[in-house]
């Protein structure tokens, strides 16, 4: 199972784009070591990637909405907040359970389904702003 980066996901923020794609090779990443039957402490590894990387990421988005007075900061801080407390919870799981085929599941779809949402929504919702305030 790969997570395909598709047109729809794009911001026309270049540096987003690429952040984004990064995450996403990240999360692939982990998803073919999950499906090669890779063990915890190879899956650890990468989870770690994946946690650095997005930390990385939100700090960068943050920092770009607090330049430009983004009135949805909050909102962004808050869900990016309650990712990282999701990622790691799913690494402490891995960590006491080994890489069980449902926790996999379980962490491929909340994955899939937090970044292609935060992207199409919040993501898309900024960079409408941004394209406002320079007109």
């Known amino acids: 199972m790969r997570f395909e980066w598709k047109k729809e996901l794009e911001t026309s923020i270049p540096a987003l784009d690429s952040h984004h794609q990064g995450i996403f090779n990240c ?3 982990f998803f073919q070591k999950c499906d090669e039957g890779g063990g915890a402490e190879e899956l ?7 946690e650095s990387y997005t930390r990385k990421h939100f700090s960068y988005e943050e920092n ?8 949805g900061i909050d909102e962004q801080m808050k ?7 999701d990622l790691a ?12 085929k449902e926790l996999t599941m379980i962490t ?10 935060h992207i199409k929504t919040l ?4 960079v409408d702003f941004l394209k406002a305030k320079q007109l």
Do not use: C, M
């Not at 993501?123 to 900024?126: A, H, V, Y």
């Open 27 to 29: 999360i692939n990443n």
């Open 44 to 50: 650890i590894v990468l989870f770690d990637s994946l």
């Open 64 to 71: 770009l909405q607090r330049y430009n007075n983004y009135p």
């Open 79 to 85: 869900q990016h907040a309650l990712f990282l407390s």
């Open 89 to 100: 919870e799913l690494k402490r799981i891995l960590e006491t359970t080994g890489p069980t």
């Open 108 to 117: 491929k779809g909340k994955l899939i389904r937090w970044f292609s949402h």
């Open 123 to 126: 993501d898309k919702e900024f």
